[in-house]
């Protein structure tokens, strides 16, 4: 699975933090739409394996966080760039027949952890037009209430994947310069 591949390349960076001159109480992970997922999932894992020492953050981008997102909203359709059709065909291919079944693990589809206390400082941006929109503000919703410090930052107007079809505009500037803040925050 993705996830446990992504969760062996942090333990290997945090191992060998020293000889590579890094800060091991300065490592986040980051992920943009599935890689949001897979971050969010990584970040689970971290904290039930007890990763030494712990992730500073996890930063999630439009992530697709939720394998049961699967009810179009016929309002919206007509201005998604990924669609909900584009979602089961990913998740389906991630996850086989166990797409939307309770057998689907809270590490593969992180909006399914029932217990999200623990986990590093989060930042989550997702756009308006985006079909993880409301994912991700329960996601964050949930993370507040478990305590977790929570960054959410939501962008009206705009859709999935819009970083890669909004250059020079005010809203990706704004979603640049957020999420570097965030990276140098560190």
């Keep these: 699975m993705p996830v446990e591949d992504c969760y062996a390349a942090l333990v290997w960076l945090s191992t060998h933090a020293q000889e590579l001159q890094i800060d091991p109480k300065r490592l ?23 990763l ?20 179009t909203d016929s309002s919206l359709l007509p201005l998604v760039t990924w669609s909900w059709d584009d979602s089961w ?14 057998s689907v693990s809270q590490y593969a589809a992180p909006a399914r952890a029932r217990d999200l ?11 308006t037009l985006d079909i993880f929109f409301d994912e991700s503000r329960v996601y964050a919703e949930k993370l507040e209430a478990a305590g977790v410090d929570v960054e ?7 859709p999935h994947g819009f970083e890669f079809r909004g250059a020079g505009t005010d809203v990706l500037n704004q979603a640049l310069a957020r999420r570097y803040a965030t990276i140098k925050s560190l």
């Design 28 to 50: 986040a992970v980051a992920g943009l739409s599935a890689g949001g997922g897979i971050a969010a999932g990584v970040a689970l894992i971290a904290r039930d394996r007890r």
């Design 52 to 71: 030494h020492p712990p992730l500073a953050k996890q930063i999630l981008l439009t992530p697709m966080l939720d394998d049961r997102n699967t009810v």
């Design 89 to 102: 065909t990913g998740w389906n291919a991630l996850l086989r027949d166990e797409a939307g079944s309770d």
């Design 117 to 127: 206390r623990g986990l590093p400082a989060t930042f989550i941006d997702v756009g």
């Design 152 to 158: 959410y930052q939501l962008y009206q107007g705009v």
